[in-house]
């Protein structure tokens, strides 16, 4: 059994699919219009962990991701420009070419964390005529109006709206800054934006010509694929008080009925306990980690040790230890796949029903962990060991059958440099620290570091 936080009922709920062993999934893509940052890609690693336990309880998914190459403006709201635009006017580029680009990125950043990719990946471009068809459907129905800048939602109409963040239509203003627009309500939305000849990314429509509103896109793709009435959808915390509560307004509308059992939200990275702003400096890519010496599957690591609905922090020193303990989970690994222990068949269930437990758990991989780790440091070396540990990554992805028996890691380190990095831990366990500081030196002036744990060392690059 399955039980997931819901932050539609706020509460942990059971799964059942609708559709017997297929669970329906959607999860909000990113908007490819700068490189995806580090606390964008722990709401895929969310994603990932909660399709591969879906996978691991025997059910299928039919999942789907969306790509938002047009419509998401600066601000979540209506105002502001189109961020795939603004992107393609400094850089000099056509915002196809922006989203090309970007996307890939993307792609890459997800294959270097191991990510499952959903079965379906929808670029909002492709998806238009789907997306005035859903306007049409709510304009037939009285839910839109239209004003000079667009159609707009009119939220007056649907009487649950603000049901995911508890908002009523009487706390106007909230989270929202008032627009120097004709809007009836402050939390109307656009379902479809008239734009100005200038505009490279536009298309007809029975109101004018234009682009599609950012939530509209999501309902469109979700109900394209999925139908009607789904099991789940995700996305990031930002998600829950503007585009979700859209969502939902618009689906429901549109079908009558309640369309998305459950909703999942991951919660924020947070460097250095602060948020992550250029004006601070502190966003960080997977490749930027990648260069300091840290692995995109270490970062991955690091957010598996949090749940996924708790805030967690990103600094230095947590990703370095991060890098460490995965090492070291690697190393255990390898020693149990040449041993010839026998391991009871009962030790092997009760360790098998404790992680189910934990992952079904509202996916408590932080616990899940520890029981791996534990089976690993307490058991004898035994390849029983080292198959239950491989079966238990099916959950984290963190290929742990790929690793190879000379290296800890997957940063190919020169022999020179490990050599080096040997003589210095042997200077250091004999006390002699000058020695061991001209050794490290020497390795830091070749463009490596040595990061020192209790039990041993790394060289990372
Ligand atoms: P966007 O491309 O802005 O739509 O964001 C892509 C995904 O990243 C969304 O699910 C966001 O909610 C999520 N996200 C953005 N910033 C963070 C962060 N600092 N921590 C965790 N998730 C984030
Ligand atoms: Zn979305």
């Known amino acids: 059994m399955i039980k997931l936080y819901n932050t539609l009922t706020k509460r942990n ?25 580090i606390g964008n890609m722990r709401a895929y690693i969310f994603m990932d962990t909660l399709r591969r336990v879906i996978k691991y309880n025997g059910y299928e998914i039919d999942g789907v991701m969306n790509i938002t190459d047009v419509g998401h403006l600066t601000s979540d709201a209506d105002d502001g420009e189109d961020k795939m635009e603004k992107s393609a006017k400094r850089e000099n580029k056509t915002p196809y070419e922006i989203a090309e680009y970007y996307t890939n990125i993307f ?10 990719i959903p079965e379906h990946i929808t670029k909002a471009t492709e998806y238009i005529p789907q997306m005035i068809e859903f306007i049409k459907k709510l304009e037939a129905k009285g839910y839109t109006y239209i004003i000079d800048d667009g159609v ?13 963040s508890n908002k009523s239509l009487e706390d106007v203003g909230i989270g929202r800054v008032e627009e120097n627009t004709s809007k009836k309500h402050p939390f109307d939305f656009a379902l ?41 959808h995700t ?35 947070l460097v250095d306990g602060g948020k992550m702003s250029k004006s601070l400096n502190n966003i960080y890519t997977l490749t930027q980690l990648k ?15 949090t749940n996924y609905t708790k805030k967690i922090n990103f600094t230095f020193d947590a990703i370095k230890s991060a890098q460490i303990s995965l090492n070291n989970l690697r190393k255990l690994v390898l020693e149990h796949k040449n ?33 791996l780790f534990d089976m690993l ?60 500081d001209l050794l490290r030196d020497e390795i830091v002036k070749k463009g490596y570091k040595i990061l020192d744990s209790k039990d041993g060392y790394e060289v990372v690059k």
Not at 152 to 164: A, I, P, R, T
Not at 409 to 419: A, M, Q, R, V, Y
């Open 13 to 37: 709920e059971e799964l059942i699919p609708i559709n017997g062993n297929i669970v329906k999934m959607y999860t909000c893509g990113p908007t490819v219009y700068y490189l995806p940052h």
């Open 107 to 116: 792609f890459k950043d997800l294959e270097m964390l191991n990510i499952d």
């Open 152 to 164: 707009y939602f009119d939220v007056s109409k649907f009487q649950n709206y603000g049901q995911l």
């Open 192 to 232: 479809w934006k008239f734009v100005p000849e200038s505009h490279i990314m536009k298309w007809d429509s029975p109101w004018g010509v234009g682009c599609p509103g950012w939530h509209i896109e999501c309902s469109a793709m979700s109900g394209d694929i999925l139908g009607d009435h789904f099991d789940i």
């Open 235 to 269: 996305g990031g915390i930002d998600h829950l008080p503007i585009h979700h509560e859209n969502e939902i307004a618009q689906n429901d509308c549109a079908f009558g009925h309640k369309v998305v059992e459950m909703w999942l939200h991951n919660e924020f990275v």
């Open 291 to 305: 260069e300091m010496g840290y692995e995109p599957l270490a970062y991955k690591f690091f957010c598996l040790n």
């Open 339 to 371: 041993g010839n222990y026998k391991i009871s068949s009962e030790k092997i269930t009760n360790y098998k029903s404790k992680f189910l437990e934990a992952i079904n758990d509202n996916l408590n991989t932080p616990l899940a962990i520890g029981i």
């Open 377 to 436: 440091k307490s058991e004898e070396k035994s390849i029983d060991v080292y198959n239950l540990a491989i079966d238990f990554d099916r959950v984290f992805g963190l290929k742990l059958s790929e690793i190879q028996q000379e290296k800890n890691t997957f940063i190919d380190i020169p022999d020179d440099i490990l050599e080096m990095a040997k003589q210095r831990w042997n200077a250091k366990l004999n006390k002699d620290w000058k020695t061991a």
